[in-house]
């Protein structure tokens, strides 16, 4: 099931006597176990019938005694069990799903990891319960959920704000709707709309000086705008670690060396598809082109994989991060 389909049943209160939520994605295994917690049961009833376990202090025969247990003075009992990962002899959890009680909601967070579907549990559990694997977002994908995200508040996002948070938080959804929820709260009164400017007021990465940037003037040979970025990463580079920019250098480039070889550059939506991104990017990557032929972008994605391994210590004794960001970029430009 997809994580909307099992919110809208438990808002209809459909409920399944299992729900086994695993993957390498937390935030939706999160708000699906919080929405349980907060609204299966009433406040009075929590007390004698919402329990909550770990799977670093629980065996599984407790996590299948307390689920066995009947509600008290109401229609439902809720066994929620966080770090389930944790419990060794999973599989034993067999005994209980074969004939789970309908009157229980079992809640397994299975974090950063998944159940073997070849092994009877799976099956059971698909059979009679909820079976839910939170996957990783890929990074092409995060500019699209922030933005869908921020429509369910009735709030927009600019597409290079968009793109600035993704190069900074990466594809982890609980921090992005973290720093969102504080966006969305620091809005003015009246604005709907957050710019990279009201990123830079209240989160504190600079609109001007950010890899993003950094792509932006590299592809379009900006000398001095380069060297001034790369200046102020030299002197931040708590803010502004090395192997996130190499990283990121590196995606703009690969890119780069995808667009020359796209036969049909006339279609701007079939190119951002192909390169995964939004099309609002497509220019970045069409003037990026224009300077770089194919030998020299081929020449530069080696020379990122060179200065990856100096900026860990091969060929490399003593030159700081931020001097070797300064040779690659004149390296990149020259």
């Known amino acids: 099931m997809s994580f909307e389909q099992i919110i809208s049943d438990l808002k209809n209160k459909i409920y399944k ?22 609204n299966v049961l009433t406040d009075a009833e929590k007390s004698f019938n919402q329990t909550v376990l770990y799977g670093k202090e629980s065996e599984i025969h407790t996590v299948i005694n307390t689920a066995k247990r009947f509600p008290m003075m109401a ?5 929620i069990v966080k770090e389930a990962q944790n419990i060794k002899n999973i599989d034993d959890l067999i005994h209980y799903a074969e004939n789970p009680l309908n009157s229980t909601l079992l809640v397994i967070n ?4 998944t159940l073997d579907k070849r092994k009877k549990l799976y099956k059971v559990i698909n059979q ?3 079976l839910f694997e939170s996957k990783k977002l890929y990074d092409n994908e995060v500019p699209g959920w922030i933005n869908a995200y921020l429509k369910k508040k009735n709030r927009t996002i ?7 948070l993704t190069e900074y938080l990466g594809n982890d959804l609980g921090k992005i709707s973290n720093e969102l929820e504080k966006l969305i709260i620091t809005l003015p009164d009246g604005e709907f709309n957050i710019t990279t400017t009201h990123i830079e007021r209240n989160i504190g990465i600079s609109k001007d000086y950010n890899v993003f940037e950094l792509n932006k003037a590299l592809g379009q040979k900006n000398v001095l705008k380069a060297n001034r970025i790369v200046n102020y990463f030299s002197h931040n580079p708590k803010d502004n670690p090395f192997t996130m920019t190499i990283a990121t250098l590196y995606q703009f480039y690969s890119k780069t060396l995808t ?9 701007r939506r079939s190119v951002a598809a192909t390169l995964k991104v939004p099309p609002f990017f497509v220019g970045d990557y069409e003037k990026a082109a ?6 020299k972008t081929v020449e530069i994605i080696s020379l990122l994989r060179e200065y990856d391994l100096k900026s860990k210590g091969y ?12 040779e690659l970029v004149y390296k990149i430009l020259h």
């Open 17 to 38: 006597p299992i729900y086994f939520l695993s993957g390498d994605e937390p935030y939706f295994i999160d708000l699906i176990t919080k929405y349980i917690h907060d």
């Open 75 to 79: 229609n439902h009992q809720v066994v």
């Open 110 to 113: 299975y974090k950063y990891k």
């Open 128 to 130: 009679k319960g909820v």
């Open 158 to 164: 600019d597409p290079g704000a968009g793109m600035l």
């Open 259 to 267: 667009y020359h070889f796209i036969k049909d550059k006339r279609d």
């Open 290 to 295: 224009k300077y770089y032929n194919p030998k």
């Open 315 to 326: 060929n490399n004794v003593s030159t700081p991060p931020g001097e070797l960001l300064k």
